[in-house]
């Protein structure tokens, strides 16, 4: 077995919140504001209906195939090598995700805090930390997840009920003054990042009971799409949607707008700790996953040899795909919804028509194979 430990249900939720939530604070209010408005944070709700649905086929998926992984059923349902071919696949998407996390992250702290600091020093700093929680396991990255996942709620709690006095509702209004036509077409970009609770379909073996699988992910969903919601509404009540629009970092700024008594003020620094300890959990998840998955196809009996070279693997992409930070925006805004769109909805919903063809039409019975 590549991975003996266990996690929760919840430990596994946590870990689902933590993933979607972690990045999409960062870009999501400015793209979806730019669309839809003062009416973006109906859209990042709308967005998680695609999320659900997409528990809904893995947690199917994994009561068809137990004790197996995305990457061991795709070639139970699909012989060997198409199987092995489809789990390269998700190989390559969570490594292309797991470096455009680290490259908002570089780009974040560089262009908010650190202008003069390479950016090669925050990525490698990041990426060898996440390699050595990788390597200590799935139970110890869901332990750390336990704490920092406490530090991330209350500090964005914090900091919305502290800017309270600078909220003009008036800037809410109207609600669907366009119609719902630009909500729909807002939902596209946090629908990505809702649809990266496709880990659940690595992390759901490794669950103790892997039938709350879907529910702890649903709650998951909601809270992160919540607590994303807040935050644009918050940041549009303060600045109006025009300004929100045109921010990078529209939580950023929101948050430099706190002063209580001109003695509470540059609570930014504390955004920036909590966002990058959730970035440092997202890394780690997509880099395990992505791990785990390289030594299922390859039929290794430990992961942990290829760890490093795969994180070698997404710095160099953080510099090979991306030029700066727009066109991560860019990219995200526009190319990812149709990309992603194939790995979390199509491929997984094939692997379900073909299931169910083989169970109904040549009466195939599937049984869970041994890890």
Same mark, same amino acid.
């Given at each position: 077995?590549? $991975?003996?430990? *266990?996690? /929760?249900?919840?430990?596994?939720?946590?870990?689902?919140?933590?993933?979607v939530?972690?990045?999409?604070?960062?870009?999501?209010?400015?793209?979806?504001t730019?669309?839809?408005?003062?009416?973006?944070?109906?859209?990042?709700l709308?967005?998680?209906?695609?999320?659900?649905?997409?528990?809904?086929?893995? /947690?199917?998926?994994?009561? *068809?195939?137990?004790?197996? @992984?995305? %990457?061991?059923?795709?070639?139970?349902?699909?012989?060997?090598?198409?199987?092995?071919? %489809?789990?390269?696949?998700?190989?390559?998407?969570?490594?292309?995700?797991?470096?455009?996390? @680290?490259?908002?992250?570089?780009d974040?702290?560089?262009?908010?805090?650190?202008?003069?600091?390479p950016l090669?020093? %925050? @990525?490698?700093?990041?990426?060898?930390?996440?390699?050595?929680?990788?390597?200590?396991?799935? $139970?110890?990255i869901?332990?750390?997840?336990?704490?920092?996942?406490?530090?991330?709620?209350?500090f964005?709690?914090?900091?919305?009920?502290?800017?309270?006095?600078?909220?003009?509702?008036?800037?809410?209004?109207?609600?669907?003054?366009?119609?719902?036509?630009p909500?729909?077409?807002?939902?596209?970009?946090?629908?990505? %990042?809702?649809?990266?609770?496709?880990?659940?379909?690595?992390?759901?073996?490794?669950?103790t009971?892997?039938?709350?699988?879907?529910?702890?992910?649903?709650?998951?969903?909601?809270?992160a799409?919540?607590?994303?919601?807040?935050?644009?509404?918050?940041?549009?009540?303060?600045?109006?949607?025009?300004?929100?629009?045109?921010?990078?970092?529209?939580?950023?700024?929101?948050?430099?707008?706190?002063?209580?008594?001109?003695i509470?003020?540059?609570?930014?620094?504390i955004?920036?700790?909590?966002?990058?300890?959730?970035?440092?959990?997202?890394l780690?998840?997509?880099?395990?996953?992505?791990s785990?998955?390289?030594?299922?196809?390859?039929?290794?009996?430990?992961?942990?040899?290829?760890?490093f070279?795969?994180?070698?693997?997404?710095?160099v992409?953080c510099f090979?795909?991306?030029?700066?930070?727009?066109?991560?925006?860019?990219?995200?805004k526009?190319?990812a919804? *149709?990309?992603?769109?194939?790995?979390?909805?199509v491929?997984p919903?094939?692997l379900?028509?073909?299931?169910?063809?083989? $169970?109904?039409?040549?009466?195939?019975?599937?049984?869970?194979?041994?890890?």
């Amino acid at each position: 077995m590549l $991975e003996k430990g *266990k996690i /929760s249900p919840r430990q596994s939720g946590e870990l689902l919140f933590i993933t979607v939530l972690a990045t999409a604070i960062l870009l999501v209010p400015a793209v979806t504001t730019s669309i839809a408005a003062q009416d973006a944070w109906l859209a990042i709700l709308l967005s998680t209906l695609p999320g659900f649905f997409l528990l809904g086929v893995l /947690s199917w998926l994994g009561g *068809k195939h137990p004790g197996q @992984t995305l %990457f061991q059923y795709a070639e139970t349902i699909l012989g060997k090598w198409p199987g092995k071919l %489809f789990g390269l696949l998700y190989v390559w998407i969570m490594l292309q995700t797991a470096a455009t996390t @680290t490259r908002q992250f570089s780009d974040y702290l560089s262009t908010a805090f650190m202008p003069l600091t390479p950016l090669s020093v %925050f @990525t490698l700093s990041l990426i060898f930390l996440s390699v050595v929680a990788v390597i200590s396991g799935l $139970e110890v990255i869901a332990r750390m997840n336990e704490f920092i996942i406490l530090l991330v709620v209350a500090f964005l709690m914090l900091v919305m009920v502290l800017a309270l006095p600078n909220w003009e509702p008036a800037n809410l209004l109207p609600v669907l003054a366009h119609g719902l036509v630009p909500v729909l077409r807002a939902s596209a970009t946090p629908a990505v %990042f809702m649809g990266e609770v496709l880990v659940a379909a690595v992390l759901l073996p490794y669950t103790t009971r892997p039938q709350r699988t879907f529910a702890a992910g649903a709650a998951a969903l909601l809270s992160a799409a919540f607590l994303l919601a807040a935050g644009v509404v918050a940041a549009i009540a303060t600045f109006g949607p025009a300004l929100v629009s045109v921010f990078r970092f529209p939580l950023h700024m929101f948050v430099r707008t706190i002063n209580i008594g001109d003695i509470l003020t540059r609570f930014e620094v504390i955004v920036m700790v909590t966002w990058v300890a959730g970035v440092f959990i997202k890394l780690s998840v997509f880099l395990y996953c992505a791990s785990l998955g390289l030594a299922q196809v390859l039929g290794l009996r430990q992961y942990r040899p290829v760890v490093f070279p795969l994180g070698i693997l997404v710095a160099v992409f953080c510099f090979l795909f991306f030029e700066n930070i727009v066109e991560i925006t860019e990219g995200i805004k526009s190319v990812a919804p *149709k990309v992603y769109a194939i790995y979390y909805l199509v491929l997984p919903l094939l692997l379900v028509i073909i299931t169910v063809v083989r $169970e109904k039409i040549f009466g195939h019975k599937f049984q869970a194979k041994r890890q």
